[in-house]
């Protein structure tokens, strides 16, 4: 505070106010620190988002059922019934009675499946039930010069003439290049045409046939 003098008395002048500075905001003074208030969820936490999927979602290891799997799919209705009557086979059957019984197994096998290819796979492949019965090479080898084989042969050529092209798709095909000569090729052709028949199924005719060992050329 400051004196100043009016008519002989001192009198007392209030000191001038402080300037204070502008803050821009609230108007507390002096100004506290914005604390940003957490955000409180009170429907639980927030869901995940999950891909979508174009199809049906299996999670962990799949099984297949024996039986119930698409014919000529490998597993399904035949590999099911090959495997039925395989079982019927005893285990200390003699040469004589496993050929008795593959034609069996095979005639059933041909009474009960549609096509030709799902046939040779579950009766000729490689884990067709003439491989199990006969798992010797030497004992195959015989069987295949065996009136037994002739038979299952002639089976294939009757499910062949009925199976149609869309059975055959049934399982995926496979394409194989030959090197051969023309004179070859042209006789194929030649007696392709001759048995009214497509080249193809000439030489599917050819390989599903047993030639000898000495008819192929050593390397």
Known sequence: MSNYSHSGNSVSQPAAPMNRPVYQGPTTYPPQPQVQPAMT?????????????????TFGPTTTTPGSGTPGQGGGKSASIAETLLATVSPTATFEEKKRESVRVARELARQVPDWVTFFREVLGVDGVIRKLFTHPE????????????????LIVSLRERTTGQAEDKEPTRVITVRLPKSLHESLRWEAHSRRTSMNKLCISKLLQVIEDKMIPAE
Request: glycine share 6%; proline share 12%; aromatic share 10%.
């Open 139 to 154: 004992h195959y080898a015989e069987f295949e010069r065996s009136e037994e084989f002739d038979e299952i042969q002639m």
């Open 41 to 57: 969820n009170h429907h639980g936490p927030a869901p995940q988002q999950v891909p979508a999927t174009t199809g049906p979602t």
